[in-house]
């Protein structure tokens, strides 16, 4: 139902755009969020967009981040600017009016 892409390596102070492919059966009627987990860590809320495309963004970010949905193409996207090591982790997109995840796709910011 959820299908992330985009992940990859990329050094300090770079850009990534990760993508959110959604089954067209849910895509218009779900908000769906991205949420990430470094290693050893917990799984952490990044950003969310509702249904009508209004969006919130997780205050750590500190506005490197923008998430956005393309609903004629079933997709989300989250665009990441400005990378910092510490934002090395698995980015995961979520539907949680229906629990659903993706399977993730790892984002490694190293030089």
């Known amino acids: 139902q959820l299908a992330e892409s985009g992940g990859g390596l990329v050094q300090p102070g770079g850009s990534l755009r990760l993508s959110c492919t959604i089954a067209a059966d849910i895509s218009r009627r779900n908000p769906i969020a991205w949420y990430r987990q470094a290693p050893g860590k917990g799984r952490e809320w990044v950003a969310s967009?509702?249904?009508?495309?209004?969006?919130n963004h997780a205050d750590f970010l500190q506005g490197r981040f923008t998430i956005s949905r393309d609903p004629d193409r079933n997709l989300v996207y989250l665009q990441m600017n400005r990378l910092k090591p510490e934002d090395t982790a698995i980015y995961y997109c979520?539907?949680?009016?229906?629990?659903?995840w993706g399977q993730g796709t790892q984002v490694t910011v190293s030089s």
């Open positions: 967009v509702t249904r009508n495309g209004g969006i």
């Open positions: 979520h539907a949680p009016l229906i629990n659903a």
